[in-house]
Each structure stands twice: as structure tokens, then as C-alpha cells.
């Protein structure tokens, strides 16, 4: 039968094992990973945790094999902490890579947020040039309609204006002719043998 310490030496392992590889499914993920900024940010918040628990069992690891009564079972299990220590160091590396990666994500959607917005007012901005251009154009076209009418205007101005004078000019000449009349008339009645 095996010693209760044998027992919980594997189970450890196991577990470590376990952690180990759910860290590479997780770190695979967020490599994989197209979709949102939150979930990036949610198996980034996973591979800590499976971190932490893969260090901890780590820590269990160590202080099982300090516990040991044979010296080789000890050096060996030592060597064994060591060797997850420096594996779950690259692995940390790839945790920092993951939460580098995270970070430049947020900072590019950021950025193509900004840009979006930007288009959007340029484009606002342009429907605003291209509607007052329009207004523009429109107001030029009655300003011209408007000047030909002046134009036509003034013209009829002056015609009436030359009309009125040859009117008075007609008027004029009538009245004298009248006059004339009346006094070729009067002078015909009063005094008929001049």
C-alpha cells in the first residue's frame, strides 16, 4: 500500500498537469481570439487564475517533497519543483505576452473607435459643405432670375419715363393747338374783318 505522502505527491502532480495544460488551451485561446475586447479580457482573467492555482500547487509540491524522509525521493521531487518553476517562468512570459496583446487590442479599438467617430464628422461635415453648396447655387440662380427682372424693370422704368415725356410733349402741343383754336375762333366772332 502506498504511503499517504506517495498519494498526495501524485495527486499534486496530477493537478499540476491538469493546471499546466488548461493554462496552453487558455493561452491558445486568447491567440485565437477575434472577438471582443471582453472576452479577450475574460480568458486573460482565466489564465491568471490557473496561474495562481497552478503556483500554488507548486508551493504544495515543494513543501511535500521537503517533508520527505528519503533524501532521493527529496532531491528528486525538488528537481521536479524546479523544473515546473522554470516552465511556469515561460509560461509567465506568455501570460505578460497575452496581457501585452490584451492591452494593444484595447488601444487599436480604441483608436478605430476615434477613427470611426472622425469619419462619421467628416462625413457629417461634407453633407453639410454639399447642402450648402446646394443653398448656394440656389441662391445664385434666383439672384440671376432676380437680376434679369431689374434689368426688365428698368428698362420699362425708362420707356414709361420717355412715354411720360412725350405724353407732356402731346398734351403740350394739344393745349396750344386749343388755345389756337379758341383764339382763331374769338377772333373770327369779335373782330371779323381783321
Do not use: W
Request: with cysteine; hydrophobic share 40%.
Amino acid at each position: 500500500m502506498a504511503a499517504p505522502q506517495d498519494v498526495h505527491v501524485r495527486i499534486c502532480n496530477q493537478e499540476i498537469v491538469k493546471f499546466d495544460l488548461e493554462v496552453k488551451a487558455l493561452i491558445q485561446d486568447i491567440r485565437d481570439c477575434s472577438g471582443p475586447l471582453s472576452a479577450l479580457t475574460e480568458l486573460n482573467t482565466k489564465v491568471k487564475e490557473k496561474f495562481q492555482q497552478l503556483r500554488h500547487r507548486i508551493q504544495d509540491l515543494e513543501q511535500l517533497a521537503k517533508e520527505q524522509d528519503k533524501e532521493s525521493e527529496k532531491q528528486l521531487l525538488l528537481q521536479e519543483v524546479e523544473n515546473h518553476k522554470k516552465q511556469m517562468l515561460r509560461k509567465t512570459t506568455k501570460e505578460s505576452l497575452a496581457q501585452t496583446s490584451s492591452t494593444i487590442t484595447e488601444s487599436l479599438m480604441g483608436i478605430s473607435r476615434m477613427m470611426a467617430q472622425q469619419v462619421q464628422q467628416s462625413e457629417e461635415a461634407m453633407q453639410s459643405l454639399v447642402t450648402s453648396s446646394r443653398t448656394i447655387l440656389d441662391a445664385n440662380e434666383e439672384f440671376k432670375s432676380m437680376s434679369g427682372t431689374i434689368q426688365l424693370g428698368r428698362k420699362l422704368i425708362t420707356k414709361y419715363n420717355r412715354r411720360e415725356l412725350t405724353d407732356k410733349l402731346l398734351i403740350f402741343l394739344a393745349l396750344a393747338l386749343f388755345l389756337a383754336t379758341v383764339l382763331y375762333i374769338v377772333k373770327k366772332r369779335l373782330f371779323p374783318f381783321l
